[in-house]
């Protein structure tokens, strides 16, 4: 995958003397006077920008993946050398126990709201926490009131370039996805019209879904489509079929994660007479996602892309 090919061949030596560097993490200022040595990220697209960002000898491991997700093979071969500490949220002790220094998480994304870990409860233990900007909507503030977008994914990359020393990196990393994608883009047919876009994670009495908050909005809208759900200020969460069918949706993305494959999914949504007459299922036009791509990393350019292509086939 062309995804690793840049980082794969640089020699991560040390970076040159590290100037004290303060970041925003959703509300929170959190400032470093050396980078991060016992890393640890949780979920599979927060290790990936790790990993794109060539942190590994930084990392002393990673959670919550194999509870949900496989991972395919470009990502074994990036934590090859690294331990899962635990399959899904880890708990304080796990993140003590591994001696760790900072943590990479977010809200809903190894971390839950009056859990037992938070910025909060790992501070008194040496462990800084930086919190993924989409998932700063969980817990409200000024920083959590804009859609989700690309820049979401780009802000990440640029702060963890910052905090690990690795700005730069970051900056090259961050510069060729935006070309890559505006290039990509640039050379496919225009839209007549926005297509009327729904996200379905899981869910048959009600669906899990992507709101205004969430990366498919973002994802949906650099593709020229349109996110049935935009208006709902909230980030993945569950309404009821009837918006769905109101909306009449022309798309349909379907996430693939966890013990119900894509093509079950699809198959619950051809065969309920609910959704018969969905412009989407009467069209047949499903378009799959994997977690990895649904979610903010680095394989939201390949998501962008493959949602641009899938909207311009009649």
Known sequence: MKLYL??????????SAFAQTTVQSCERTVTFDAPPKAAVSNDINLTEMMLVLGLTDRMVGYTGISGWNKLDETMRAGVAELPELSEQYPSKE???GAEADFYFAGWNYGMRVGGEVTPETLAPFGIAVYELTESCI???GTGARTAASMDDMYNDLRNLGA????????EALIAGYQADLATYLADLPPLPDAP???VYDSGEDAPFTAGRYA???ALIAAAGGENILDDLDKSWTTVGWEAVVAANPEIIVIVNYGEVTAAQKR???VSNPAFANLDAVKNDRFVV?????????PRNIEAVKTLAAAFRIN
Do not use: C, K, Q, W
């Open 267 to 269: 198959d619950f949504l």
């Open 215 to 217: 990366m498919p909005n």
């Open 94 to 96: 796990v993140l003590i």
């Open 6 to 15: 840049t980082t794969a061949i640089l020699s991560f030596a040390a970076t």
């Open 138 to 140: 969980h817990i409200g």
């Open 163 to 170: 905090v690990f020393g690795v700005s730069d990196r970051a």
């Open 289 to 297: 996602l994997e977690y990895v791509e649904a979610t903010p990393g």
């Open 196 to 198: 009327r876009v729904f």
